[in-house]
């Protein structure tokens, strides 16, 4: 399966920013029909917000890791 293909909160930090820097990249070319850059848009969104999901799980665990928080503050 392509990374293209697949869905959001199945990729991994890397493959979603990956292509949401893709997906940037294209959306700053000129010509591009409305329709299809709004999908673009949309799907960058939710790139987005699943990379920033998993980075907030990944600085919680460093903070647990570094004792700044306990588990049960969680």
């Known amino acids: 399966m ?7 909160e199945e990729m991994s930090f890397e493959e979603a920013f ?3 820097n893709d997906l940037v990249q294209a959306l ?7 329709d299809k850059a709004i999908t673009m848009y949309e799907r960058g969104q939710g790139l987005a ?17 570094n004792g700044e928080i306990f588990e ?3």
């Open 2 to 8: 392509s990374v293209l293909s697949k869905k959001v």
């Open 72 to 74: 049960d503050e969680v």
């Open 28 to 34: 700053e070319e000129e010509g591009r029909p409305l």
């Open 49 to 65: 917000r699943h990379c920033a999901a998993m980075l907030e799980k990944a600085e919680l665990k460093v903070r647990l890791l």
């Open 18 to 20: 990956a292509e949401l």
